[in-house]
């Protein structure tokens, strides 16, 4: 067994190269100057002892916005500390909370641990209502200026009741301002008109990032994590990084698969750090090329088998009938044999069946997600067009991930594992 402590390493503060870690924050987000200096005008007011405005933050997964959000928010509240400014902060992370009311205990028991300090009980058995006039009673006991952020508030889809009400309650003696954040574009453009509106005073959008900006985002998140790795001029991260360590592919090829990818900075910094803890557990002294292609096929598999896990059990079915295909060596089968084994398996355990056109949908998110990969072929002349699958991955992959669920698994075992001896 390898003992801890004396061992050579490329790494001299993981933190900084692992995006999931509460421990390190970046000071600054040059990537994001222009929706920094828009949450700076949302926010002036506060300084100036007036109400600062509601806010409606939007862009996809990954691109600095609560990171941006908490960077300017912490800014303001260090100035209001300095002036003599009584101000709050409050920060909600809806994540998970499916009803406006889960967000509303939340924000409660936030409230009133900036009044009483951690350890508040989240409420529970109230009406809305009473709920909402609780908040309200809340932000008037801390007084002051007070900032409500509710981080990815997209969770609570339809149910919109917090984001009507909260604008609208005009607490007495408060300047309240509400920052609601959401990953969800379409979240954005489903909201009520009068939401949108007051929610809405000002939208700042965060649109993706290229691979040039993941480029400089690497560098910095980089240069202080590995040994022997430096950026000359701040303004040009990249460009003036001097690395023992990483070889000169490494974080170009990092930046273009996570901009392939998605643009999502904290994919892309995942990637790099995958890449170095490979490089470093294999007790090597630099970052090569081929760290980084293991990396990302290792966080692929990652996360198409956590995709398979968690889908739900028409779609695991769907997919079933192909790895059956897949393992009895029947070739590119049509949609109307897959249904047929189908119905066949629904029958097995008990299951209620879907339509032959929903089952095909159920087959085409799988191909939009990867796990399968669709060809559409012509039948022959006047005769139209057929779609045939395959399996994108292993059919052991699939076998293995989708045992969870008591029903599926007796049917692995029952109809899938026998025909594979
Ligand atoms: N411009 C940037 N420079 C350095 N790190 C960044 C930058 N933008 C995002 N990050 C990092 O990427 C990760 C995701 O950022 P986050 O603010 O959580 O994204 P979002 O809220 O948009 O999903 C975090 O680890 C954050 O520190
Ligand atoms: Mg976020």
Same mark, same amino acid.
């Given at each position: 067994?390898?003992?801890?402590?004396?061992?050579?390493?490329?790494?001299?503060?993981?933190?900084?190269?692992?995006?999931?870690?509460?421990?390190?924050?970046?000071?600054?987000? !040059?990537?994001?100057?222009?929706?920094?200096?828009?949450?700076?005008?949302?926010?002036?007011?506060?300084?100036?002892?007036?109400?600062?405005?509601?806010?409606?933050?939007?862009? !996809?997964?990954?691109?600095?916005?609560?990171?941006?959000?908490?960077?300017?928010?912490?800014?303001?509240?260090?100035?209001?500390?300095?002036?003599?400014?009584?101000?709050?902060?409050?920060?909600?992370?809806?994540?998970?909370?499916?009803?406006?009311?889960?967000?509303?205990?939340?924000?409660?028991?936030?409230?009133?641990?900036?009044?009483?300090?951690?350890?508040?009980?989240?409420?529970?058995?109230?009406?809305?209502?009473?709920?909402?006039?609780?908040?309200?009673?809340?932000?008037?006991?801390?007084?002051?200026?007070?900032?409500?952020?509710?981080?990815?508030?997209?969770?609570?889809?339809?149910?919109?009741?917090?984001?009507?009400?909260?604008?609208?309650?005009?607490?007495?003696?408060?300047?309240?301002?509400?920052?609601?954040?959401?990953?969800?574009?379409?979240?954005?453009?489903?909201?009520?008109?009068?939401?949108?509106?007051?929610?809405?005073?000002?939208?700042?959008?965060?649109?993706?990032?290229?691979?040039?900006?993941?480029?400089?985002?690497?560098?910095?998140?980089?240069?202080?994590?590995?040994?022997?790795?430096?950026?000359?001029?701040?303004?040009?991260?990249?460009?003036?990084?001097?690395?023992?360590?990483?070889?000169?592919?490494?974080?170009?090829?990092?930046?273009?698969?996570?901009?392939?990818?998605?643009?999502?900075?904290?994919?892309?910094?995942?990637?790099?750090?995958?890449?170095?803890?490979?490089?470093?557990?294999?007790?090597?002294?630099?970052?090569?090329?081929?760290?980084?292609?293991?990396?990302?096929?290792?966080?692929?598999?990652?996360?198409?088998?956590?995709?398979?896990?968690?889908?739900?059990?028409?779609?695991?079915?769907?997919?079933?009938?192909?790895?059956?295909?897949?393992?009895?060596?029947?070739?590119? !089968?049509?949609?109307?044999?897959?249904?047929?084994?189908?119905?066949?398996?629904?029958?097995?355990?008990?299951?209620?069946?879907?339509?032959?056109?929903?089952?095909?949908?159920?087959?085409?998110?799988?191909?939009?997600?990867?796990?399968?990969?669709?060809?559409?072929?012509?039948?022959?002349?006047?005769?139209?067009?057929?779609?045939?699958?395959?399996?994108?991955?292993?059919?052991?992959?699939?076998?293995?991930?989708?045992?969870?669920?008591?029903?599926?698994?007796?049917?692995?075992?029952?109809?899938?594992?026998?025909?594979?001896?």
């Amino acid at each position: 067994m390898r003992s801890f402590g004396d061992e050579d390493s490329i790494f001299v503060d993981l933190d900084r190269l692992n995006p999931n870690t509460q421990t390190y924050q970046p000071d600054s987000l !040059p990537e994001r100057e222009g929706e920094l200096n828009q949450l700076h005008s949302t926010l002036k007011p506060a300084a100036m002892g007036s109400t600062p405005l509601n806010a409606f933050v939007f862009g !996809p997964t990954g691109q600095g916005k609560t990171v941006g959000v908490k960077l300017k928010t912490n800014q303001l509240q260090s100035f209001a500390n300095d002036n003599g400014l009584d101000l709050h902060v409050v920060h909600v992370r809806c994540k998970g909370m499916d009803k406006s009311y889960h967000v509303m205990t939340h924000l409660l028991k936030a409230l009133r641990e900036k009044r009483y300090g951690p350890g508040e009980e989240l409420p529970s058995g109230y009406q809305k209502k009473t709920l909402l006039s609780m908040i309200i009673d809340e932000l008037e006991a801390i007084g002051g200026t007070v900032i409500v952020i509710l981080d990815e508030i997209d969770a609570i889809g339809t149910d919109d009741y917090i984001l009507y009400e909260l604008p609208r309650a005009e607490p007495d003696d408060v300047r309240l301002s509400i920052i609601g954040i959401t990953n969800d574009l379409q979240f954005r453009e489903s909201l009520d008109a009068d939401v949108r509106s007051s929610l809405g005073e000002d939208e700042i959008e965060f649109a993706p990032y290229d691979a040039n900006q993941l480029r400089d985002i690497l560098a910095r998140r980089a240069a202080g994590a590995l040994r022997d790795t430096d950026i000359d001029d701040e303004d040009e991260p990249w460009q003036t990084l001097e690395s023992d360590v990483l070889t000169d592919d490494a974080i170009p090829l990092t930046s273009a698969l996570a901009a392939q990818d998605s643009g999502d900075a904290r994919e892309a910094i995942k990637l790099l750090f995958r890449a170095c803890r490979f490089a470093d557990d294999e007790g090597e002294s630099e970052v090569t090329e081929q760290h980084v292609r293991n990396a990302h096929e290792y966080l692929e598999r990652a996360a198409v088998e956590r995709g398979i896990k968690s889908l739900p059990l028409q779609r695991a079915l769907a997919l079933l009938t192909v790895t059956h295909a897949t393992v009895t060596g029947t070739k590119l !089968p049509e949609t109307k044999d897959l249904y047929s084994l189908y119905e066949v398996f629904c029958e097995h355990i008990d299951a209620k069946d879907i339509s032959e056109r929903r089952f095909r949908d159920k087959l085409n998110d799988l191909a939009d997600s990867g796990i399968l990969a669709k060809t559409t072929k012509g039948r022959g002349q006047g005769l139209g067009k057929t779609n045939r699958y395959e399996l994108e991955i292993k059919a052991e992959t699939v076998l293995d991930n989708l045992a969870d669920e008591s029903r599926i698994k007796d049917l692995i075992q029952d109809l899938l594992r026998p025909k594979m001896e």
